[in-house]
C-alpha cells in the first residue's frame, strides 16, 4: 500500500512580494568601515541586514545602532546612536530614526527623533523638534540643518537659545538690554551630590 502513495515534497510557499526578503542579515554585528582605505566608522547593531532588491537598495537596522565616526589617527571623533536606522546605498543617505543622540569630541549633543545624514552633500539635517547642547549654549527648534563635523550648524523656528556667560561688553547692545520674555525655569540637579547639597 504504500509503494502506490505519490512522494511529496515539502516546499515553503514563495514569498510575495518577492522584494521582502533581505540578501544578508547579521546578528550582534560589530564591524569596522573604511573610506578611501582609512578605517573611519565602526557599527555596532543587534540586527544588520542588506536588500538589494528593493529599490532604492539599503542596509537596515531595526534593532538599533551604535556608530562611531574615527579621525586619520584612529581617535574617536563623535558617535550617534538610535533605535532605527536605514542607509541607501546609492544615494549614500543615512536615515536614523527613534531617539537619536548624537556626541562630539567637543562636547556638543544633539537629541531629535529623526536624522538625516547625507554624505554626498556632507550635511545632516532633520524636519523634527531638535536639541542641541553646546558647552556654551543649549538651542532647541523644529528644524536643523549642520555640517558633517557638527561645527557649523542652524535651528530654525527656535523656541531658545541660552548663552552661559557674557556676550558683549557693549551696555547699549539692543538684544543684552531687552526684557528677558521666558522666564528661566529652575535645573533639577544631575547628581546625587548637587541634590544633598540644595
Sequence with gaps: ?????????????AVN????????????????????????????????EVNQVKDPSRWIFEKGLFLEQFDDKFHVEA????????????????????????RTIDGLRFSSEELYWDQTEHELYSHKYSRLVTP??????????????????????????FVKGGMGENEGDSI????????AKKRLPTTPSAKKAQ
Excluded at 147 to 161: A, L, P, Q, V
Excluded at 176 to 183: N, Q, R, Y
Aim: with cysteine.
Design 176 to 183: 543684552l538690554a531687552a526684557p528677558d520674555t521666558v522666564k
Design 1 to 13: 500500500m504504500a509503494a502506490c502513495q505519490e512522494k511529496r515534497e515539502h516546499i515553503a510557499p
Design 79 to 102: 558617535y550617534i546612536q538610535c533605535d532605527t536606522a536605514y542607509y541607501f546605498d546609492k544615494q549614500k543617505l543615512w536615515e536614523l530614526r527613534g531617539r537619536v543622540r548624537i
Design 17 to 48: 512580494p518577492r522584494d521582502s526578503v533581505s540578501m544578508m542579515v547579521s546578528y550582534g554585528v560589530n564591524t569596522l568601515i573604511s573610506d578611501s582605505g582609512m578605517m573611519k566608522y565602526r557599527i555596532v547593531a543587534e540586527c544588520w
Design 136 to 161: 556654551d549654549r543649549e538651542m532647541e527648534g523644529s528644524y536643523f540643518l549642520s555640517d558633517e563635523r557638527m561645527t557649523h550648524y542652524t535651528i530654525s523656528n527656535s523656541k531658545g537659545s
